[in-house]
């Protein structure tokens, strides 16, 4: 019982913090404080001795009770003033830094952390198309796809598909969604065909005519129906990835998510899986998450760009230019200052010319008297995004 009423007691404590616009002085309220949060439990104390009446059983509850008010306090400390223990200098350095870590390593009273939020707030609204989700790594993206195929259950906010609530209807909704990892397994000494056949009966294709009908139309639609009869293992990265597409397409989803598929592909088998995405975006909704700009640029009709787990543009990949109008400048300087030269990671582009060095720079304001602004394209709209730099046209 004493230990609930304290903890009634440290929660109302808690919000005892007294703000400077009070009426009360902040040293007060503080002094307050710290009197209850140490004498009620010797008020305690002198009860439970009272009670039994053995100063043995007294004195180790005492011990034991301000050892863990002493870590609770430290533990706030710490966390408050972000104290580096390893850093730790001044007298008696060494007996601190070892009881620092001591209380690092106590469970729920010990050294606190900030909950790790890989998205924050994100609200979007996708329509039949191609939706290019672009950031930069650990940016989220992974992390969002995985909670729109339900793969990942939100902590909080909803997602919702044709005004039905997938936390409500996962299993009746995961029939409408195909998702393609960034690594996926396939059987190597399979023909293509065999694979799929073998997936359309883990499927529930159980109809030899219809799995038959719906394989060579996969295979068709991701220009493969020629080489069925090919094992997997003989593919091009490309062809495995259409493969991975063929798969997720045999139970024909309405939405297809797919996570960094052009990574490692060359460039001839990147513009044929683009051009493959965009095919099938004519008829359902294709998420396409990646960090390589020219993929979105030639493909998407719309793009959504998150850092840091916040959304920081949802539209035209047109209208995500403009955003950069005026931030992007061109000049030269000579090619002897450049190794000297002040802010290198506002340069998008340079190139040597003779002498001088040709600059793309990204500026709020003019960077030099010679420069001149260019139009910018998506790659310097993206970084201005990822900067933080000021967007003229920004609502």
């Not at 903890?7 to 616009?21: E, F, P, R, Y």
């Not at 100063?55 to 400390?77: E, K, N, P, Q």
């Not at 002498?355 to 993206?382: D, G, H, Q, W």
Request: charged share 25%; hydrophobic share 45%.
């Amino acid at each position: 019982m004493a230990l609930a009423m304290w903890n009634m007691v440290s929660k109302g404590l808690n919000n005892l913090a007294i703000k400077k616009d009070k009426k009360w002085p902040v040293k007060l309220a503080e002094t307050v404080r710290s009197a209850l949060y140490w004498g009620l439990p010797l008020v305690f104390l002198i009860i439970f001795y009272l009670k039994w009446e053995t100063i043995g059983g007294v004195v180790t509850i005492a011990v034991l009770w301000y050892f863990a008010l002493s870590v609770r306090v430290t533990a706030d400390m710490l966390y408050r003033e972000n104290v580096n223990v390893e850093r730790l200098k001044g007298r008696f350095a060494g007996l601190r830094r070892m009881f620092f870590k001591l209380v690092e390593q106590i469970p729920l009273i010990g050294l606190k952390r900030d909950a790790f939020k890989a998205l924050k707030g994100v609200s979007i609204e996708i329509k039949t198309g191609m939706i290019g989700l672009l950031g930069p790594n650990g940016a989220g993206k992974s992390t969002m796809i995985r909670v729109i195929c339900g793969i990942y259950e939100q902590s909080y906010g909803k997602v919702w598909i044709n005004g039905i609530d997938t936390q409500v209807k996962r299993e009746e909704l995961q029939g409408l969604i195909g998702y393609l990892p960034q690594e996926f397994g396939t059987y190597e000494n399979m023909t293509a065909y065999e694979f799929l056949d073998y997936q359309g009966i883990l499927k529930g294709l159980s109809n030899p005519a219809e799995r038959a009908s719906r394989i060579e139309y996969v295979l068709s639609s991701v220009h493969l129906w020629d080489r069925k009869d090919d094992k997997i293992g003989g593919y091009s990265g490309g062809m495995k990835q259409r493969m991975g597409i063929a798969q997720i397409l045999l139970h024909l989803p309405r939405i297809l998510v797919v996570d960094e598929p052009t990574a490692g592909l060359d460039p001839r088998e990147r513009i044929r899986f683009r051009n493959l995405l965009v095919e099938l975006s004519r008829e359902r909704v294709v998420i396409f998450s990646t960090h390589i700009i020219e993929d979105i640029s030639s493909s998407c009709n719309q793009v959504v760009v998150i850092n840091r787990g916040q959304l920081r543009y949802a539209g035209h990949p047109g209208d995500m230019n403009k955003l950069a109008d005026g931030l992007v400048w061109q000049f030269t300087i000579p090619a002897s200052q450049f190794d000297s030269f002040p802010a290198k990671d506002c340069v998008v582009h340079h190139m040597r010319e003779g002498e001088n060095i040709k600059l793309r720079f990204l500026s709020a304001t003019k960077p030099s008297e010679e420069a001149i602004p260019v139009k910018p394209v998506l790659e310097e709209a993206y970084l201005c995004l990822l900067k933080g730099i000021k967007l003229k046209n920004a609502d």
